[in-house]
């Protein structure tokens, strides 16, 4: 029997949270945490609505999977997120020692890369899942939002 819980199936469930964001006018960036092929916890970009810059998908998600477990560190979890995290979020995933980050389209302006952030030495890092289709959410949203 084929394994349904791959990468991929993940990514889609992240991209249906990317889309919600892109439908209320946020950056869409979508994310869930899984443990054990169960999602946790999931979000999407809120900085407009909440009015807080730190209302990224990834602290959303990092925030409803420890209240979730009952326990700041998210050790055994995977996030999945359409967006390489930023420096921030990185940090934030660094300090709850997730296991597994995967994400899909890489931000070469502002991802925690190419801005010097890090994640946890034991964290595993997935790139490229479903990059095409991750990152045309993107560009689709700031192609709108210039005109």
């Known amino acids: ?7 991929e199936y993940f990514m889609k469930k992240a991209l ?3 889309q919600d964001a892109f439908d209320k006018g946020e950056i869409p960036v979508g994310a869930l945490v899984v443990v054990d092929n169960r999602v ?7 900085t407009e609505l909440l009015v807080d810059v730190t209302a ?4 959303q998600a990092i925030t409803a999977a420890a209240n979730f477990i009952g326990g700041k560190y998210l050790t055994g979890c995977t996030l999945y997120v359409t967006l390489e995290p930023c420096q921030m ?3 934030a995933l660094y300090w709850s020692q997730i296991s597994t980050v995967v994400f899909g389209a890489e931000d070469t302006h502002r991802g925690y890369r ?4 890090k994640l946890h030495p034991k964290t595993e890092v997935v790139t ?3 990059a095409e289709e991750c990152g045309q959410l ?3 949203f700031f192609k709108k939002r210039r005109k």
């Open 138 to 140: 993107v560009k689709d």
């Open 40 to 46: 946790i916890a999931k979000s999407h970009n809120l």
């Open 56 to 59: 990224h998908a990834e602290m």
């Open 89 to 91: 979020c990185a940090g």
């Open 16 to 18: 249906i949270e990317a």
């Open 128 to 130: 490229g899942i479903m």
């Open 114 to 117: 190419i801005m010097g952030g």
């Open 1 to 7: 029997m084929e394994n349904i819980f791959t990468h």
